[in-house]
T-cell receptor, first 115, second 110 residues
């Protein structure tokens, strides 16, 4: 059974803190993604990665960075958390970069609150 | 705006009725997928339809795709209270990443 896990379900941080959100997949997938989900705005792609040490900006990368040192792990970093980064963060992975095979498998989400 | 946009935003029906949700998109796609999200959880993939397919079935789910109108519909037949969730369409492109719509919130009343 495919599995994507995220390090925390709920997280509360203070403004200015550095925040790490971890995501691990056990399916040997090439692609990994970070989204944020906000009411009325749907899912918005922050960053994605097609390979180890490779990253590409999504639609809203500002204020975020990512790290992919190992194939199974994709980390999202908030360098200096701000209140407008309070959101639900969803990690996903998908198989190799092939047309028509980009079904994504999602983790349970991390609800981050920045005070 | 999002590539995929679902309609309606919210839908409330009685158990046993059918639920239909629509998705419109703007650019050419390779495939379109529907996902389901229970409250406060991650998304779960339901069904994928390729651009050269017109209809696909999976259990109580039926998906249609009209590439000329750039639209898709998801039909859930004989709905159950457990079908209460948000449903998202996602368009797949050559880039290997999908663009998600804002979702339709379905409530099935027992």
């Amino acid at each position: 059974d495919v599995k994507v896990t995220q390090s925390s379900r709920y997280l509360v941080k203070r403004t200015g803190e550095k925040v790490f959100l971890e995501c691990v997949q056990d399916m040997d997938h090439e692609n990994m993604f970070w989204y944020r989900q906000d009411p009325g705005l749907g899912l918005r792609l922050i960053y994605f990665s097609y390979d180890v040490k490779m990253k590409e900006k999504g639609d809203i990368p500002e204020g975020y960075s990512v790290s992919r040192e190992k194939k199974e792990r994709f980390s999202l970093i908030l360098e200096s958390a701000s209140t407008n980064q309070t959101s639900m963060y969803l990690c996903a992975s998908s198989p190799a970069h092939n047309v028509g095979t980009d079904t994504q498998y999602f983790g349970p989400g991390t609800r981050l609150t920045v005070l | 705006s999002q590539q995929g946009e679902e309609d309606p935003q919210a839908l409330s029906i009685q158990e046993g009725e059918n639920a239909t949700m629509n998705c419109s998109y703007k650019t050419s796609i390779n495939n379109l997928q529907w996902y389901r999200q229970n409250s406060g959880r991650g998304l779960v993939h339901l069904i994928l339809i390729r651009s050269n397919e017109r209809e696909k079935h999976s259990g109580r789910l039926r998906v249609t795709l009209d590439t000329s109108k750039k639209s898709s519909s998801l039909l859930i037949t004989a709905s159950r209270a457990a079908d209460t969730a948000s449903y998202f369409c996602a368009t797949g492109t050559n880039a290997g990443k999908s663009t998600f719509g804002d979702g339709t919130t379905l409530t099935v009343k027992p």
